[in-house]
Each structure stands twice: as structure tokens, then as C-alpha cells.
């Protein structure tokens, strides 16, 4: 046997078995980055160059954030639909997906005239379920809006309902249990503003939000959060922009 080998390409004679590397292979005496099967040494790793997604057919080629590495090419993943379609019967005007780990969700907006409600359902077992039925009243228009986001496995909703006959507040619920609970009842409503947009993000299970709207503060962008005990708006919203 020989004196064990040290990469790279030193020149002590080794033979198969010999103290090589683990990513190099013994060839003509000598330890080199040579091929293995399957695969080769990039940087001192072997890695499959057939399926290894980070050096695919190459050391210095990666595939995409949608692509797999399959013989060593890399190939565009293919869209697959989830289950069928949730409610066909009934048109979307707005939508959010969100998982809790494990599970998609969609949560989407509507238009069950004469007014617009929101739903929620979870893929799970091989079917789309209900998660807790409507959101909201079914009294009132909803805006083209929904937003959904995880506090670990717990879903929260934002949304728009027009609440006759004192106005536009966003709403967020949480599904606690088996049931939607409302996040500071009865929502947030910021001073003179009529809202048309939103977005959502969670400090834990502390709802934040952004939001867009008109009226005679003018036209601009608010920020609102629940503090535990109240909404907190600052400005509601901001001077108008030109």
C-alpha cells in the first residue's frame, strides 16, 4: 500500500483503498479531484452532478428556486393542480394563500350577491375544507381585498366590510378553536377615511396593518395595530398625494 495520499495531486503513490479523501479518487498513482460514480469533487465536496440542484451537469451551475436537477439538467418544476376547483359556482374577486406548516390555505373574497362575503378553506386528508364557515355578516359589501397569515399553526384574516350605517372597518380574525374570533371587535376604523386596500403582517399573534384610503383627511397610506386593548391609527391617513 502506499504512503496514504494528501489532496491534490501529490506524488505518493496510492492505490485503491489508500488514504484519499473522501471526495478524491486514486488514478495513476496519485490522488486527484477525478470522477466518482455518480458525481465529482466541486471544492473538495462530491456532489451527484445528475440530481445535486446546486451543481447540476457543473460545479458552477445551480439550478433556479423552480427548477430540479434531473440527469443532470435542470428542468422547470410543472405546475399541478391541488384538489379541484374550492367554489366554482361562485366568482373571486380577491385572494391570499398562506400554510400553517403543513397544510395550504386560501382565503379569498365572494361576490354572493347582493353582497360579497369571505371564506377560508385548508387542503388536508386529499380535500379542501371549510375552515370555520363565512367570515363575514353577509350584511354588507365586502372590498376586493383579503390577506392571511400563520401565527405557527393558528390562520389570521384581514379584510374590508362595509358596515351600514356607520362605515368601512378592517376586520381580522383568528380561527381560535373551532371558530372565527374577531381580533378588537368591531374592527378598525380610522376617522373620516374610507378604506380600499390593505396589508397584513403578525409580531407574534399581534396583527399589524397598512392600509389605503380617501376621504376628508385626503388620499394616502395609514398604519394601525392592536395593542391588546384598542387600535392605534397614525396618521389616518397620511396628506394627500398629487
Known amino acids: ?9 501529490n506524488t505518493a503513490p496510492c492505490s485503491d483503498g489508500d488514504a484519499c479523501t473522501v471526495a ?9 479531484a477525478g470522477p466518482r460514480t455518480p458525481g465529482t469533487d466541486c ?10 440542484r446546486r451543481h447540476c451537469c457543473g460545479c458552477g451551475r445551480g439550478c433556479l428556486f ?12 410543472s405546475w399541478a393542480a391541488v384538489g379541484g376547483a374550492i367554489n366554482p359556482a361562485v366568482a373571486a374577486t380577491a385572494h391570499a394563500l398562506g400554510t400553517n406548516g403543513a397544510d395550504p390555505y386560501v382565503a379569498w373574497v365572494a361576490s ?23 367570515l363575514t355578516t353577509g350584511a ?37 378553536g373551532a371558530a372565527w374570533a374577531e381580533v378588537g ?11 380600499f386596500a390593505a396589508a397584513m403582517t403578525l409580531d407574534g399573534a399581534t396583527p399589524h396593518l397598512a392600509y389605503l384610503g380617501a376621504g ?27
Do not use: K
Open 1 to 9: 500500500p502506499g504512503s496514504g495520499c494528501v489532496f491534490p495531486n
Open 24 to 32: 478524491d479518487a486514486c488514478a495513476g498513482g496519485n490522488c486527484v
Open 43 to 52: 471544492g473538495g465536496v462530491c456532489v451527484d452532478l445528475t440530481t445535486d
Open 66 to 77: 423552480d427548477e430540479d436537477c434531473a440527469a443532470g439538467t435542470c428542468t422547470v418544476r
Open 112 to 134: 354572493d350577491l347582493p353582497q360579497s362575503n369571505v371564506y377560508v378553506h385548508q387542503w388536508s386528508g386529499g380535500v379542501w375544507s371549510p375552515v370555520g364557515g363565512r
Open 140 to 176: 354588507a359589501t365586502v372590498q376586493s381585498f383579503v390577506d392571511l397569515q400563520f401565527n405557527g399553526a393558528t390562520p389570521t384574516v384581514s379584510y374590508i366590510e362595509q358596515t351600514p350605517p356607520t362605515g368601512e372597518f378592517l376586520h381580522v380574525r383568528q380561527y381560535v
Open 185 to 195: 371587535a368591531p374592527g378598525a376604523r380610522p376617522a373620516c377615511v374610507a378604506m
Open 216 to 242: 376628508g383627511c385626503g388620499i394616502g397610506a395609514g398604519y394601525t395595530y392592536w395593542t391588546g386593548a384598542t387600535w392605534w391609527q397614525t396618521p389616518a391617513p397620511q396628506a394627500p398625494m398629487v
